[in-house]
Each structure stands twice: as C-alpha cells, then as structure tokens.
C-alpha cells in the first residue's frame, strides 16, 4: 500500500522532554510538510521540506526542529522550549508541480 | 496567518439536503483547495478549482470560485450521515504553491 505513515498515533511527554513524531511516506513525493492542528482550529505550518537535506520554517517554528536526511521521511522533534506543544500534529506529502497534498494519520501530542 | 475562512463554523442538517460552506481569503491565489476531515484522522483532498475556473463539480460536489470577491463556496448535495465531517478550503499564494494555508474549517453534521 502506498502512503503517509505516522507514529505513534498518542504520544504523551513530561514536561521538559523532547520527543520525535515520525513520518514517511512510500509515495516518492517531493515535498513534506508539517502541521499544528489545535481544536477549534485550522492547520498551521511549522515546516517544510522541498528536497532532501532542505528545509524552511513555517509560521511556528519556534520550538521545533526538523531533518530530511532521506526523500521517504520528516521526522518533528518537540523540544523543551516549545512552551505549549499539547496538540493533533499532521504530515503531509506532495509531488513537485503538483497542487494537492496527501496527509498521513495525525500524532496526537499530550504532555503531562 | 491564516487566509482562508470558513462560514459557517458549524452546520448542522437532516440527511438528504444539501449542505453549503463558504470560504473568504484576502490574497490573489493561483487555486484554492478543499479538504476534508473526519475526526481525529487526517485530511482527504476533495477538489482543487484554479483562479481562472468559476465552477467546478465532482461528483455530489460543486465548488465556485469569484475571484473580486475573494471567496468560494463548496455545495454538498444530497447530504449523507457519512458526510459528517470538518471541511476546510486551502488557498496557495502567487508566489509558489509549496506553501497552503488554511482555514479554521466548517463542522458539518448530517443527521440521519
């Protein structure tokens, strides 16, 4: 089967710790996104990736990281400085000149 | 910052109507999208209607785009229990379609 993959599906963190949401896709998309998505909400854009070992912060970066180092995967790092990263986090793939993005499950994020 | 919006935030209607979603942006687009989302899952493209298209169908959709007025509507006819959702539209922006932005989406449920 072709597609996005997300995991964990429920993450919960302590407060201070970092934590990694995985994502890859089989799709041999070109482009990688992640999104916020707090209840009530629309997505918001923390970062993308256009190429491998390349990426672009979004509108809320603060308090997260990325790396592309292979086409198939964006891992999200939550770190510590994100003060309140409790929230549905989103990955989304597309293929270059094209329009529409393809999303994967969600990570829903908890910190305790 | 968020582009699109989506009027109304909530709708709610028996089974077999049809089911009407607006979205107003505030800057020129090259198309503008509209997702869909189940609970707790992630989005599923719907339909895609560029700026130079003034209507659109797919199947039990009907989308409309007036570019003067900034917004564009999305018709669900026929409503059915399974449509029961959150839909959101997703404009680009002039300069590339890497980037999507999104609204806050409209909570539709049908009741059977």
């Known amino acids: 089967d072709g597609g996005i993959t997300q995991s964990p599906k429920y993450l919960f963190r302590k407060e201070g710790q970092n934590v990694t949401l995985s994502c890859e896709q089989n799709l041999n998309h070109d482009a990688m996104y992640w999104y916020r998505q707090d209840p009530g909400q629309g997505l918001r854009l923390i970062y993308y990736s256009q190429i491998v070992n390349d990426f672009q912060k979004g509108d809320i970066a603060e308090g997260y990281s990325v790396s592309r180092e292979k086409k198939e995967s964006f891992p999200l790092t939550v770190t510590s400085a994100q003060k309140n990263p409790t929230a549905f986090y989103l990955c989304a793939s597309k293929l270059d000149n094209t329009d529409t993005q393809y999303f994967g499950p969600g990570t829903r994020l908890t910190v305790l | 910052s968020q582009q699109g919006e989506e009027d109304p935030q909530a709708l709610s209607i028996q089974e077999g109507e049809n089911a009407t979603m607006n979205c107003s942006y505030k800057?020129?687009?090259?198309?503008l999208q509209w997702y869909r989302q189940n609970s707790g899952r992630g989005l599923v493209h719907l339909i895609l209607i560029r700026s130079n298209e003034r209507e659109k169908h797919s199947g039990r959709l009907r989308v409309t785009l007036d570019t003067s007025k900034k917004s564009s509507s999305l018709l669900i006819t026929a409503s059915r229990a399974a449509d029961t959702a959150s839909y959101f539209c997703a404009t680009d922006g002039l300069a590339g379609s890497y980037q999507l932005t999104f609204g806050k989406g409209t909570k539709l449920s049908v009741i059977p």
């Open positions: 800057t020129s687009i090259n198309n």
